[in-house]
């Protein structure tokens, strides 16, 4: 383990991050060992009622480091009525994953990534994020999620350590176009991550509900083509497999939450949460509740009038995300295996060409 990794907005992030890790460590010519990655448990309303992120109090059986830092194992659960993909992703995912509670504010966050840094070998912070949004400049009309990256961000400036920000496959979270990305990341020399990177993430892709961790995965598989996710249409392109470095300053410097964050030191994550609403306009803890859709009645497993169904509801995308898929069918992100082996697909996106 050289550096730390964050997977900068939770959810499905440790599973992109992972191949981002196993990327760069090919890249430098190391051991692709277990890395430490440290998320937040924040997930989908589907996956968790609550909608916010989870701190130490919301689980039953982390692990903790000499560090005072909370890990997650196989056996932990979180306390009902929340809910948790993370004790799925520390039992599939090759790596260490470690807890960031930002129910103190960010000095509280910043004191707990300084000392999961410290447990690292290299003691350098890698920040990364599937899709690009980290670098939003709060406008943009896509914008739903602003608030847990900044936060991120911002943490990371407080905690002084060397740190760089990885954006892997802009675009892809649907947030800010790819060609807008893109001349923020000009100058950036990029990394395209090859397939045993994706490999190691496998286990986790087969079952988990995110979309962008997936339409990443697939585009470092070569799919190139439109893809219908549960909210919108996003193209895969050659700029899709590449993960981007950036300097932690260049980042906060695209984003003007994370430089309010920085300035006033919210002390709870409901003030943090505030300086987010009130610089893009976009609730901080809720906007992901209010972008779920009514989800149909179950239709039975069949792989000839499924793939009918989906294909109509794809409207001529030329793939589908399994998360978006199951909501189609009715079904619920649990039943992600079970549509994958009645389709006969083990891709990380559903192929309708």
Same mark, same amino acid.
């Given at each position: 383990?050289? $550096?730390?990794?964050?997977?900068?907005?939770?959810?499905?992030?440790?599973?992109?991050?992972?191949?981002?890790?196993?990327?760069?460590?090919?890249?430098?010519?190391?051991?692709?060992?277990?890395?430490?990655?440290?998320?937040?448990?924040?997930?989908?309303?589907?996956?968790?009622?609550?909608?916010?992120?989870?701190?130490?109090?919301? /689980?039953?059986?982390?692990?903790?480091?000499? #560090?005072? /830092?909370?890990? /997650?194992?196989?056996?932990?659960? %979180?306390?009902?009525?929340?809910?948790?993909?993370?004790?799925?992703?520390?039992?599939?995912?090759?790596?260490?994953?470690?807890?960031?509670?930002?129910?103190?504010?960010?000095?509280?966050?910043?004191?707990?990534? %300084?000392?999961?840094?410290?447990?690292?070998?290299?003691?350098?912070?890698?920040?990364?994020?599937?899709?690009? $949004?980290?670098?939003?400049?709060?406008?943009?009309? #896509?914008?739903?999620?602003? /608030?847990?990256?900044?936060?991120?961000?911002?943490?990371?400036?407080?905690?002084?350590?060397?740190?760089?920000?990885?954006?892997?496959?802009?675009?892809?979270?649907?947030?800010?176009?790819?060609? !807008?990305?893109?001349?923020?990341?000009?100058?950036? &020399?990029?990394? !395209?991550?090859?397939? $045993?990177?994706?490999?190691?993430?496998? =286990?986790?892709?087969?079952?988990?509900?995110?979309?962008?961790?997936?339409?990443?995965?697939?585009?470092?598989?070569?799919?190139?083509?439109?893809? =219908?996710?549960?909210?919108?249409?996003?193209?895969?392109? $050659?700029?899709?497999?590449?993960?981007?470095?950036?300097?932690?300053?260049?980042?906060?410097?695209?984003?003007?939450?994370?430089?309010?964050?920085?300035?006033?030191?919210?002390?709870?994550?409901?003030?943090?949460?505030?300086?987010?609403?009130?610089?893009? #306009?976009?609730?901080?803890?809720?906007?992901?509740?209010? =972008?779920?859709?009514?989800?149909?009645?179950?239709?039975?497993?069949?792989?000839?009038?499924?793939?009918?169904?989906?294909?109509?509801?794809?409207?001529?995308?030329?793939?589908?995300?399994?998360?978006?898929?199951?909501?189609?069918?009715? &079904?619920?992100?649990?039943?992600?295996?079970? &549509?994958?082996?009645?389709? #006969?697909?083990?891709?990380? &996106?559903?192929?309708?060409?």
């Amino acid at each position: 383990m050289s $550096d730390l990794y964050v997977a900068a907005g939770g959810g499905g992030d440790p599973v992109g991050t992972l191949i981002a890790a196993r990327a760069l460590a090919a890249d430098a010519g190391g051991p692709a060992g277990p890395p430490l990655i440290a998320t937040y448990a924040w997930e989908r309303p589907e996956v968790d009622p609550t909608a916010r992120p989870l701190g130490t109090r919301h /689980f039953d059986g982390l692990v903790h480091g000499r #560090g005072g /830092f909370a890990a /997650f194992t196989p056996a932990t659960r %979180a306390r009902p009525p929340a809910g948790s993909t993370m004790p799925g992703l520390a039992r599939d995912l090759p790596a260490r994953l470690l807890l960031l509670d930002p129910s103190g504010g960010l000095p509280s966050l910043a004191r707990q990534l %300084a000392s999961m840094a410290e447990a690292t070998e290299g003691g350098r912070i890698r920040i990364v994020d599937i899709g690009g $949004d980290v670098l939003t400049h709060g406008d943009e009309p #896509g914008l739903c999620s602003p /608030f847990g990256d900044a936060l991120t961000l911002a943490a990371c400036h407080l905690t002084g350590i060397a740190t760089t920000v990885h954006i892997a496959g802009p675009g892809l979270d649907g947030e800010i176009g790819e060609h !807008v990305l893109l001349d923020r990341l000009a100058g950036s &020399l990029p990394l !395209v991550p090859d397939r $045993d990177a994706v490999a190691a993430a496998a =286990r986790a892709l087969a079952w988990h509900p995110s979309e962008a961790s997936a339409l990443w995965a697939a585009a470092i598989h070569g799919a190139r083509g439109t893809v =219908r996710t549960v909210n919108s249409l996003i193209p895969l392109t $050659d700029a899709s497999p590449r993960l981007y470095p950036l300097p932690l300053q260049e980042a906060i410097g695209h984003n003007p939450v994370a430089r309010a964050l920085v300035a006033e030191r919210p002390a709870t994550l409901e003030a943090a949460a505030e300086v987010s609403h009130r610089l893009t #306009g976009i609730p901080g803890l809720e906007s992901e509740r209010t =972008r779920t859709p009514p989800r149909p009645r179950p239709v039975p497993l069949d792989r000839g009038a499924n793939m009918e169904a989906l294909r109509e509801a794809a409207d001529g995308a030329d793939h589908m995300t399994l998360r978006h898929a199951a909501r189609v069918l009715g &079904l619920t992100w649990r039943d992600i295996p079970a &549509l994958r082996a009645a389709l #006969g697909t083990s891709a990380p &996106l559903l192929h309708l060409i």
